[in-house]
Every structure is written in C-alpha cells, then in structure tokens.
C-alpha cells in the first residue's frame, strides 16, 4: 500500500475551520513529537474533562489561558399549559420538556485580552 501524499499547509487566513486531525499534525510539528503521542494526550484531555464535569465531579473544569467549561443541571419543565400564538392567534398546549444537563464553555479573561 502506497501512503497518502501529504496535504497541503494550511493557510493563516483560510476561513475554514481546522480539524482534529490537521489539529494533531500541527501540533505535533510543533512540539516535535508524534501525531500519536500528541493524540493521546487529547484523547486524556477529553476524559479528563469529562470526568470533572460529570455529576461524579466538581461540575466545572478550567483549560488555563483558554476557557471554563461548566455544567448546570435543568430541571423538567411539566407542559400541558394553554397558550395563544401571538402571531395566529391559534390557542395550543405547552409540551413537557424532560431534565436535561446544559454544558457551557466560556473564554477565560486571557483569551479575551488577546483577541482584543
């Protein structure tokens, strides 16, 4: 089996976003490591984030110099009540809505500070 050619460098301004796999070979040009090594460093930092955001763990995580992800836990909304459509005018019953974790992600103030 012959390899794939290596694509192309990516561009400072494409408009595309990057993927995890362009990710992990920048990265590891970078770090002047292996795109295995740099793989499984992500695959443990997903873990690791999942776990502390778990119900088992704290409920929030800190990536230092890039965001703060969080998790809230929304309870169930009982429907069933009788509303008017403001645009139609059309009288229908609220549906119920079933508890549900919301995940947030919020850049911390570093990041800001330097997209500014």
Not at 58 to 79: D, H, N, Q, S, Y
Not at 101 to 115: S, T, Y
Request: with cysteine.
């Amino acid at each position: 089996m012959a390899k794939a050619a290596k694509a192309p460098a990516k561009k400072a301004g494409s408009k595309k976003a990057m993927t995890k796999s362009a990710l992990v070979a920048h990265l590891a040009e970078k770090a002047g490591v292996t795109k295995k090594q740099v793989d499984a460093v992500m695959e443990e930092l997903i873990a690791v984030v999942q776990q502390e955001v778990s119900t088992k763990g704290p409920g929030k995580f800190v990536i230092p110099g890039l965001c703060r992800v969080t998790v809230t836990r929304k309870p169930a909304v009982k429907g069933g009540e009788k509303k008017i459509n403001r645009l139609t005018g059309a009288e229908y019953l609220t549906k119920d809505k079933p508890a549900y974790n919301q995940v947030k992600l919020r850049p911390v103030k570093a990041l800001k500070d330097a997209l500014k």
